[in-house]
Antibody, heavy 125, light 108 residues
Framework: QVQLVESGGGVVQPGRSLRLSCAAS????????MHWVRQAPGKGLEWVAL????????YYADSVKGRFTISRDTSKNTLYLQMSSLRAEDTAVYYC??????????????????WGQGTLVTVSS | SYELTQPPSVSVSPGQTARITCSGD??????AYWYQQKPGQAPMLVIY???ERPSGIPERFSGSSSGTIVTLTISGVQAEDEADYYC???????????FGGGTKLTVL
């Protein structure tokens, strides 16, 4: 069965860096586009970043562009989010999510069929 | 920037019909998706491509689309349907994903 397990969250000071991981299992990780989505305490969902299925394209929300980097290691079936220059407003639960696959050659469908349980990042001095 | 707008809250009594709207300028051209999120849980897809229901989602959940507005309808609401609901879409270049602000469904 498909599983996504995030880790790496914690308390970090403003301006510092943190790397989140998302361990994937139960599917061919290298064939799927993957995303990070976050949710500030008591707030709604906010999309953060996208890595295309072949790893060649990366896209970011304006709020994190230039500070966050999405990447993956297909040998470890793991998705990463490297976060730098962290701000208080980055405090949130961070979810990784699998994008629904489409037939080869078809346009992507940017929505999610599986989510992890999330990892909490708290940016505070 | 592309935005999706939802009402903050909707309240219904058990057995009634709940309708949650989501408006966005690009919705006539881009599909909408709906997620249910209960406290402490990850979101779960309940409607995709405006009107399709994933396997395992009860038939009381349905979606519709008309111009710039998409609607999630829950017929015969049950207490277990109390949750936050989010609409989601993507921009026309498929390089950005957008969520609505979320609607808290309260079952009275």
């Amino acid at each position: 069965q498909v599983q996504l397990v995030e880790s790496g969250g914690g308390v970090v000071q403003p301006g510092r860096s943190l790397r989140l991981s998302c361990a994937a299992s139960g599917f061919t990780f290298s064939s799927y586009a993957m995303h990070w989505v976050r949710q500030a305490p008591g707030k709604g969902l906010e999309w953060v970043a996208l890595l295309s299925h072949d790893g060649s394209n990366k896209y970011y929300a304006d709020s994190v562009k230039g500070r966050f980097t999405i990447s993956r290691d297909t040998s470890k079936n793991t998705l990463y989010l490297q976060m730098s220059s962290l701000r208080a407003e980055d405090t949130a639960v961070y979810y990784c999510a699998r994008e629904v696959p489409v037939p080869v050659g078809a346009s992507p469908r940017r929505y999610f069929d599986y989510w992890g349980q999330g990892t909490l990042v708290t940016v505070s001095s | 920037s592309y935005e999706l707008t939802q009402p903050p809250s909707v309240s219904v009594s058990p057995g009634q019909t709940a309708r949650i709207t989501c408006s966005g300028d690009a919705l006539p051209k881009q599909y909408a998706y709906w997620y249910q999120q209960k406290p402490g849980q990850a979101p779960m897809l309940v409607i995709y491509k405006d009107t399709e229901r994933p396997s395992g989602i009860p038939e009381r959940f349905s979606g519709s689309s008309s111009g710039t507005i998409v609607t999630l309808t829950i017929s015969g609401v049950q207490a277990e349907d109390e949750a936050d609901y989010y609409c989601q879409s993507a921009d026309s270049s498929e390089t950005r994903v957008v969520f609505g602000g979320g609607t808290k469904l309260t079952v009275l």
